[in-house]
């Protein structure tokens, strides 16, 4: 009889300890967030779409070969990156001018007008110039240039790559035969990663 | 004596644990204050991420990062008038569980106990047994509950558990998208796209509980617009322990293989079709009544479960607020034991659609049929009448989602209309609204009514429980009388009015909380009533028998608040505390020990990301006491150390209840009057992508 008594007085005790411990560390997170936030030395830049597309973009530009273009001695000249209409990932490209890629320096350029596309390696389209995709891709034939963009459909209307956004994350398609018949050598591990691949 | 000294030494233990987690948190938090990231740490590889730099991350890495915008981190959950919550892949495989079961322990408001090695009990809200039935359970769309059993059977839900992309849990009436036996909540478990999956997966490990286990997928696209993988998996698991401390019968051994493939023909229609085999050897305890002395013969048996699935499904897309899927799967599961063999198959198909009639509503409605049929076969003990039947159900649902604010009041009318072979037609309607004051905060109620429609345990199952020897206490006449489980057949089903309300807000990029309420009114629940005895002299063994009649007397309230956290006080160091709280006010308290419910349960997850590619991971879980089957409160702490030496390999050691040598968690006595603890363990694996 005894000892059952003693042995619900402990376990009344553990009970009670536990949801002291419980609220003391509660309150040690609230002070600590309440800390953490005001001094805001743990600052996260947004993950936001254009700045997830341009790194997508930098990448790209490593998995791709432009043959005719890369024979010539390119070292002194620029890797340039032009965008055609107004599109926030103009910002987040800016952003990385000057990076490396392929033993070049990268440039980013706005273009005005279709002409200009002749010095880009890679040309962003925007959604914007949906109504002009066919001059568009008419003024890249025969050029060694890769065209990107996230409109719906890039890559069935004859772009190389396009940008897919499902559930939250960036996924992309690759219209091989486009880019082939460019002359651009896409490597495997690129096409590996690709949700769709067109040939 | 020697009992409360064990307990004073088990409080010391309490005190401890606490002690120390109080001191290290005082000590980041001071060092938190006076440090930033760079100073006291050396590299903290989420700098690629907080600095803004995204050009640094692979291919790869890019792809598995959410677009984070400035208003909401997770655009599901937020726009959710539900107490949601999603278990990712990176807490899976920080917790360091080895499966969906045990990573279920980390949800606020759902009740996780495992019995013994082999068998879990999971509810949401309460109500928690072997059998659960108030909670429905999806995998990629498919039931896993068993209508037999009325019951998930959590052992055999497996897959490689990398693979997993997120486990959706909603306490509470599942909006009336899904189907009757949504009761208390839904647990959605998602597999990765195999887009997501390209590649080859190989890991493996060893430990003391996990004997030894290994898993294998390789993906790779199908030409040019389809993607496939295939996967195979096995696992063996030692025996946990009696309360005595010798060795229980329960180890067992499961292998699971499957494969998934996606097409998408066009860029408007995708289509996946996959399929999983599996097979499981369960060891297990039984103790059957028996009508001559000793009266009741206890042996080990091994419980033989296997079971093969295919699921197919075709969405189409047709505008931004328009869309629609049609979906279609076959499941046969097998369990083979001495107490009770069945064979269940499954058809299923599916509809839905959603669209957008006018401005500001957005409809999606569904109609689904399912036919189950049973093979199932008695036993002396489990007696099944009729054996083998058919069921159908009819189901249709239907709901509007009006905007009646642009992006700031949502209100969402519902309701689920479902025939069956045993109540017949039910109709479960519910209302809910979401308010959305500012990008960070949102507050939302609902009220629904939901139904529990009888299964066959209720209808067709009489169990002979147990034997009172003859000339004792409980039974002085001559005979002996058998106390057996009888059902009715006129058993109606359960109803509960569910009113629930929360609040989320996400205070700032590095921190986020979610409080969730609600009270449960249950009417016409499950009550067992000894009915009058009667004798059967003219057997061979001539005894009494008591009959527990299954019916619907039993009814009351619950209920609780269920609040969580997401914390970033160091760029390199999250936490995640979950609490929630239960109360159950039954007319009937469930006659059995099972059914009962832990007023606290309270979890706390810290992951560290610190130098050299190291991750420490700490989880650290509180469950109250279960009084009524003398189950006494528990905290477990599970640790561990991730290494990543190279990008495609990683190895991690896991200790599991490492403060606590063993411990109970619950006491179901279905035939099963054992105690069995979970022990300490501890684990090895490593995984190599390539």
């Known amino acids: ?199 | 004596m020697l009992k409360s000294c064990l307990l004073l030494r088990k409080s010391g233990k309490y005190l401890n644990i606490f002690l120390i987690m109080k001191l290290i948190f005082i000590l980041l938090c001071i060092a938190s204050a006076l440090f930033p990231c760079t100073a006291l740490v050396g590299t903290c590889h989420a700098d690629e991420i907080s600095s803004g730099d995204l050009t640094e991350l692979s291919i790869r890495d890019l792809m598995e990062i959410e677009i984070t915008t400035g208003a909401r981190k997770s655009q599901t959950l937020a726009n959710t008038a539900a107490a949601a919550f999603v278990i990712t892949q990176e807490d899976i495989r920080r917790s360091g569980v080895t499966s969906i079961a045990d990573a279920l322990r980390m949800v606020p408001g759902l009740q996780v106990a495992k019995i013994d090695a082999n068998k879990w009990a999971i509810s949401s809200r309460g109500f928690n047994s072997r059998y659960a039935n108030k909670l429905l359970v999806l995998m990629d769309g498919r039931s896993v509950y068993s209508p037999l059993y009325s019951g998930v059977f959590w052992n055999i839900q497996d897959t490689v558990l990398e693979d997993i992309d997120r486990i959706e849990v909603i306490r509470g009436p599942g909006a009336a998208l899904w189907g009757a036996n949504a009761v208390n909540g839904v647990i959605n478990i998602i597999t990765k796209s195999t887009y997501d999956t390209k590649g080859g997966l190989v890991s493996a490990g060893a430990g003391k509980e996990e004997r030894g286990f290994g898993n294998f997928r390789f993906g790779d696209s199908l030409g040019e617009n389809a993607c496939y993988r295939i996967f195979g998996k096995y696992a063996d698991r030692d025996e946990s322990k009696l309360t005595s401390g010798r060795d229980a019968a329960d180890d067992w051994d499961i292998y699971t293989i499957g494969f998934k493939t996606d097409w998408t023909p066009t860029a408007t229609d995708s289509v996946l079709f996959e399929g999983n085999h599996y097979r499981s050897d369960d060891g297990q305890t039984m103790t059957f009544p028996d009508i001559s002395p000793p009266y009741s013969q206890t042996f080990n048996e091994d419980a033989k479960s296997d079971g093969v699935n295919f699921l197919a499904s075709w969405e189409r897309f047709i505008s931004n607020t328009s869309d629609m899927k049609l979906q279609i799967y076959y499941d046969r599961a097998r369990i083979e034991q001495t107490a009770l063999s069945n064979t269940t198959d499954t058809y299923d198909l599916d509809f839905q659609h959603r669209f957008s009639p006018r401005e500001k509503h957005e409809i999606i409605w569904g109609i689904g049929y399912r036919l189950i049929s049973f093979e199932t076969n008695s036993s002396p003990i489990v007696i099944v009448d009729p054996e083998n039947r058919t069921d159908d159900i009819l189901s249709a649902f239907v709901q509007d989602d009006i905007t009646i604010v642009q992006d700031h009041l949502r209100l969402t009318l519902g309701a689920k209309f479902e025939h069956n072979d045993y109540s017949g037609f039910e109709f479960q309607p519910n209302i809910r609204t979401l308010w959305t004051p500012d990008k960070h905060n949102s507050i939302w109620a609902s009220f629904s009514r939901a139904v529990r429609t009888p299964s066959r345990i209720e209808n067709d199952v009489h169990t002979n429980l147990f034997v009172i020897p003859p000339g004792t206490p409980q039974n002085p006449s001559g005979l002996p009388m058998v106390i057996s489980n009888i059902a009715t057949g006129d058993f109606k089903p359960e109803s509960l009015y569910a009113y629930e309300m929360g609040y989320r807000n996400e205070i700032s990029k590095s921190a986020s909380i979610d409080i969730a309420a609600f009270y449960n009114r249950y009417k016409d629940l499950r009550s067992h009533n000894y009915n009058t005895p009667f004798s059967e002299l003219n057997s061979s063994v001539p005894h009494i028998v008591l009959p527990i009649a299954i019916s619907n007397d039993n009814e009351g309230h619950t209920y609780g608040i269920e609040a969580f956290a997401e914390l970033k006080p160091l760029s390199w160091w999250k936490i995640k505390p979950a609490y929630s709280f239960l109360h159950v006010n039954l007319s009937e308290p469930t006659e059995d020990s099972s059914g009962e419910a832990p007023r606290h349960q309270f979890s706390f997850q810290s992951n560290m990301d610190l130098p050299m590619n190291l991750e420490l991971d700490l989880w650290l879980r509180y469950v109250d006491d279960l009084s009524d089957s003398d189950v006494n409160s528990y905290s477990m702490v599970d640790a561990r150390l991730g290494w990543k030496p190279a990008e495609n390999f990683e190895i991690s050691l896991v200790g599991q209840n490492i403060f606590d040598s063993q411990h109970q968690e619950f006491k179901e006595d279905y035939l099963n009057y054992a105690t069995y603890e979970v022990e300490r363990a501890f684990y090895i694996k490593a995984t190599w992508h390539f």
């Open chain 1, 1 to 199: 009889m005894i000892i059952h008594n003693q042995i619900k007085y402990y376990k009344v005790f553990t009970t009670n300890q536990v949801s002291k411990y419980i609220l003391w560390v509660i309150l040690i997170l609230m002070i600590s967030v309440s800390i953490s936030s005001s001094l805001s030395y743990a600052s996260e830049s947004l993950n936001t779409e254009s700045k997830l597309k341009a790194a997508f973009i930098y990448n790209f530009a490593k998995f791709v070969d432009w043959p005719a273009t890369e024979s010539k001695d390119t070292s002194s000249q620029s890797f340039v990156i032009g965008v055609l209409g107004s599109n926030p990932i103009i910002e987040e490209l800016l952003a990385i001018e000057g990076k490396i890629i392929k033993g070049r320096k990268l440039a980013v350029r706005l273009l005005s007008n279709i002409k200009e596309i002749n010095n880009c390696q890679v040309v962003f389209i925007s959604a914007s110039e949906k109504n002009n995709l066919i001059s568009i891709l008419n003024a890249v034939k025969n050029k060694e240039i890769l065209t990107v963009s996230d409109m719906n459909n890039f890559v069935g209307n004859g772009g190389n790559i396009g940008f897919v956004r499902i559930e939250n994350k960036i996924r992309f398609d690759i219209n091989l035969k486009t880019a082939e018949k460019s002359n651009l050598k896409i490597r495997s591990d690129l096409l590996a990663l690709a949700r769709r691949i067109i040939n």
